[in-house]
Structures are given as structure tokens and as C-alpha cells.
């Protein structure tokens, strides 16, 4: 029996996608995308402080101005992710105090109530007097919605100031649809250790997201290969014992 929810799922993305393509047509960015695109993945190669409002399909700024930068901003230099000066990445402040702290949140839609995914993505964060930000050590943080799991959290550090050579993390975050086919992920820090005024520097980059194996299908591909092998080995050992045979 074809249930109503049968007819639901496909009608509401084919709305989410009409209003992606509207949003692209009047040259602005839409505040939710479905994961299995890649408009949302990346920030681009052009530096561009204070980004605000909904600045790329699936991102939206929640507090302050955090920045595009590929490698120096505001006089502050550091490593992008690739290691070139064309990489951009998105990076934010969190000071403590919350007047210059910044928070920017992703939406994605297109998951299954259910199914297990990976959202993978890269973090750092680095020191530097000149900006301003000398926390020598923190974490990243994602509050999650709609999802079996609320809160994520990744220890971050940059032990030498001013050297320019933080060093990215890359990061996992599973998690699984309970509630909504829509999941938001905000984004934040933690600073330890900055001077009174002070704060840390937080960046982002490199971003997807996909659905996670079952640990059955992997131990059935697993089984499948050793299969292939011995089976294989044993029609190798059968050539061999033949050719004895046949030996005058």
C-alpha cells in the first residue's frame, strides 16, 4: 500500500530544488541545499571579510562577521588548507566575551530518516598579536538539530604565535536523521588560555557529506574480496598439482 509519506518526500524536494534554482537565477544563495550538490562545499579562492547574511547556498552568518581569507587577513597570516594563497577558507572569532564572537550555520537537506552520514570537513586555528588572537588553544564546535546526536566538539591548537603554520584537522561528525530530512549545523569555538581582550581565530574548509556503510554491506565486501582470492589461490594450487600429474 502506497502510504501518503510516499508522495510527500518526492513533492517536498522537488519544492526544495525549485526554490535552489530560483534563489540562482536572482543571483542569491539559498539558505538551505541538498547535500549531494557542491555549491555549498566551498568557499572559493577570492578573500572577502565580513561575510554576512545568507552569503553561499546552505550558509548563513547567525553572529557578527566571520571572513573569507586565503592566507592573511588583517595582517594575520596563516596556512589555507591546501597550502596555496588561493584556498579560501572561512574563519570566525570566539573571544569569551561575546562581543566580537561569530557564529555562522550550514543547512543541508536530501538525508533519510534513519540513515547514518558523515559530514567531513577540515578545522584550524592559529595565533597572531597583530589580529589580535593569541589563544594558544581551543576546539570547534557544532550544534546539530534534528539528528540523533546535538553537540560536536574538536580540540584545536596553535602552540607558537605568529609563525603562519597552524596546522588543519580534518574532522568526521556522524549523525543521523530523527525528526527532520533537513539537518543545521552551527558552528562555533571555544578559546583557552587568551589574555583579557583577546580570543581565538577559528577556521573551516573543505566540506562534504555522505552516507555512512552499513557494517554489513562493508563485512559483505570484505568476505566478497577474501573470496575472490581463494578462490583464486585454489584454482592456482589445481594448475600446479595438474602439471605434476601430467610430468613425464
Known amino acids: 500500500m502506497i502510504t501518503t ?3 510527500i518526500r518526492p513533492i517536498t524536494a522537488c519544492f526544495t530544488l525549485v526554490l535552489a534554482l530560483l534563489a540562482q537565477i536572482q543571483g542569491k ?3 538551505t541545499v541538498d547535500y549531494t550538490t557542491s555549491n555549498w562545499k566551498d568557499f572559493g579562492s577570492t578573500q572577502i571579510a565580513s561575510r554576512t547574511g545568507n552569503f553561499l547556498d546552505g550558509w548563513t552568518t547567525i553572529l557578527n562577521t566571520p571572513d573569507y581569507s586565503t592566507g ?5 597570516n596563516h596556512q589555507t588548507l591546501d597550502g596555496t594563497g588561493t584556498d579560501a577558507g572561512l574563519w570566525y572569532n570566539e573571544s569569551g566575551s561575546g562581543s566580537v564572537d561569530e ?3 550550514l543547512s543541508l537537506s536530501g538525508f533519510t530518516l534513519g540513515t547514518n552520514y558523515r559530514l ?6 592559529f595565533q597572531d598579536a597583530v589580529g589580535g588572537w593569541n589563544a594558544p588553544s581551543g576546539s570547534v564546535d557544532v550544534a546539530i538539530t534534528d539528528a540523533n546526536v546535538t553537540t560536536y566538539s574538536a ?3 596553535d602552540a607558537v604565535a605568529t609563525d603562519g603554520l597552524n596546522t588543519w584537522v580534518p574532522q568526521w561528525l556522524n549523525f543521523t536523521p530523527t525528526t527532520s530530512t533537513t539537518i543545521t549545523f552551527t558552528f562555533s569555538a571555544t578559546q583557552i588560555g587568551a589574555t583579557p581582550g583577546s580570543g581565538g581565530r577559528f577556521g573551516i574548509d573543505g566540506f562534504t557529506a555522505e552516507p555512512v556503510p552499513e557494517p554489513s554491506s562493508a563485512l559483505f565486501l570484505g568476505l566478497g574480496v577474501l573470496g575472490f582470492f581463494a578462490h583464486r589461490k585454489r584454482h592456482q594450487l589445481i594448475e600446479t598439482f595438474t602439471k605434476k600429474i601430467k610430468r613425464p
Open 72 to 76: 592573511s587577513l588583517f595582517g594575520a
Open 5 to 7: 509519506n510516499t508522495h
Open 120 to 125: 567531513k570537513f577540515s578545522a584550524s586555528m
Open 29 to 31: 544563495a539559498a539558505t
Open 155 to 157: 580540540p584545536l591548537s
Open 103 to 105: 557564529e555562522v550555520r
